[in-house]
């Protein structure tokens, strides 16, 4: 069987470096905090060349960054419509407005121009996701928040090591986020996250704000919540970061695998990668015209697949009341993406020839 995410054979290659590291810190008696944390956290930093703080989940990086960054109820913030809950879901529970941005057809990243046509009055930052793992035009989203006086919160949850015009990840908004949940390019073995940020008293903030609204044992500086990425996940991510650079480049040959075996069929489009950027392809994702007959041949010759995302945010139940007051509820690239896209298992150690032998015979 052909796993989407083959985490047990990356396991099987690291396995001696994880073990030790494993048994390390359980033997140690240190499972929240200490060496581990510490020793991964300067490891981030000096990947994105900015302040890491890690803590419990990527959900939780985005809600600490806004939190930090100020958000608060009634404020707007524009979020890119076809993308995973998370960014607009952690505006809507500190009692701001998501505003939902159309994409790009091609590149399937917010689009800016959308985004300046939903900056009002209430508007106080974008959050801007690197969707399928390469980064969003942050060159035309930085002119217009520095226009309209706006931040950036950028939501690198699938694109940690996706780097833009040389530059890493990570280090384009005025916060950014990343994502360790197992499936990801820099996975642990548990929910984790981090908080990335060039601003030494905005990561002061976050980090305080992780640990109950203290940076000191029962002093309690401003309400805060309890997040912390533990030492076991921590070791864990060492050790996968250290290869990840040649993950990388492993999933961008399979990519361009797969790209050469669609190039001559109609009707199937890979999401296009922008000049500039290179991808992590957390997923590998095609746009399909008949998704339908597509979906059931996958299924005839055993391949996993996943419809990354079935709705637009607009779309949503949860956001009808934000939907109706704003534009953007009309049918756009967005619905055309969650009718279309369909990704196909990508990881550094996929199967990609039994794949394509599989997809010949179907296809």
């Known amino acids: 069987m052909i796993p989407f995410v083959n985490i047990q054979a990356q396991r099987e290659a690291y396995r001696e470096e994880l073990e030790k590291a494993e048994k390390a810190v359980l033997e140690s008696g240190i499972y929240i905090g200490g060496p581990e944390i510490a020793g991964l956290e300067a490891e981030l930093s000096a990947y994105t060349g900015t302040n890491a703080v890690t803590c419990a989940s990527g959900t939780d990086a985005l809600t600490i960054a806004l939190t930090a960054l100020g958000v608060q109820p009634g404020d707007e913030v524009v979020v890119p419509d076809f993308t995973f809950i998370a960014p607009a879901e952690c505006v809507a529970r500190l009692g701001a407005?998501?505003?939902?941005?159309?994409?790009?057809?091609?590149?399937?990243?917010?689009?800016?121009?959308?985004?300046?046509?939903?900056?009002?009055?209430?508007?106080?930052?974008?959050?801007?996701?690197?969707?399928?793992?390469?980064?969003?035009?942050?060159?035309?989203?930085?002119?217009?928040?520095?226009?309209?006086?706006?931040?950036?919160?950028?939501?690198?949850?699938?694109?940690?090591?996706?780097?833009?015009?040389?530059?890493?990840?990570?280090?384009?908004?005025?916060?950014?986020?990343?994502?360790?949940?197992?499936?990801?390019?820099?996975?642990?073995?548990?929910?984790?996250?981090?908080?990335?940020?060039?601003?030494?008293?905005?990561?002061?903030?976050?980090?305080?704000?992780?640990?109950?609204?203290?940076?000191?044992?029962?002093?309690?500086?401003?309400?805060?919540?309890?997040?912390?990425?533990?030492?076991?996940?921590?070791?864990?991510?060492?050790?996968?970061?250290?290869?990840?650079?040649?993950?990388?480049?492993?999933?961008?040959?399979?990519?361009?695998?797969?790209?050469?075996f669609f190039a001559d069929i109609e009707g199937l489009t890979p999401q296009q990668i922008a000049e500039g950027n290179t991808s992590t392809y957390a997923q590998y994702t095609l746009l399909v015209d008949n998704r339908k007959d597509f979906v059931a041949a996958l299924d005839q010759a055993g391949i996993p697949h996943c419809i990354h995302y079935p709705m637009p945010l607009h779309r949503q139940p949860c956001f009808a009341e934000a939907t109706s007051q704003h534009t953007g509820a009309q049918e756009n690239a967005a619905d055309m993406a969650s009718q279309k896209a369909v990704s196909l298992p990508m990881c550094a150690f996929t199967q990609i020839e039994d794949i394509i032998g599989k997809l010949q015979k179907v296809l």
């Not at 800016?112 to 035009?137: D, H, K, Y």
Request: hydrophobic fraction near 40%.
């Open 97 to 260: 407005t998501p505003v939902f941005a159309d994409i790009d057809p091609r590149t399937l990243q917010i689009s800016p121009e959308s985004v300046e046509s939903l900056v009002g009055p209430l508007t106080r930052g974008i959050i801007a996701v690197n969707l399928f793992g390469q980064c969003a035009p942050y060159t035309e989203l930085r002119k217009i928040a520095q226009h309209h006086g706006l931040w950036i919160l950028e939501d690198s949850a699938q694109a940690f090591g996706a780097t833009q015009c040389g530059k890493q990840a990570c280090t384009f908004g005025d916060m950014a986020i990343t994502s360790f949940y197992p499936s990801k390019p820099l996975g642990c073995y548990g929910d984790g996250g981090a908080i990335f940020t060039a601003n030494k008293e905005l990561a002061q903030k976050a980090r305080m704000l992780a640990n109950h609204g203290s940076e000191e044992r029962y002093l309690h500086k401003v309400v805060g919540t309890n997040s912390r990425l533990d030492a076991l996940q921590a070791a864990v991510l060492r050790v996968k970061l250290a290869h990840l650079d040649a993950e990388l480049e492993s999933r961008r040959k399979i990519a361009k695998r797969y790209n050469a």
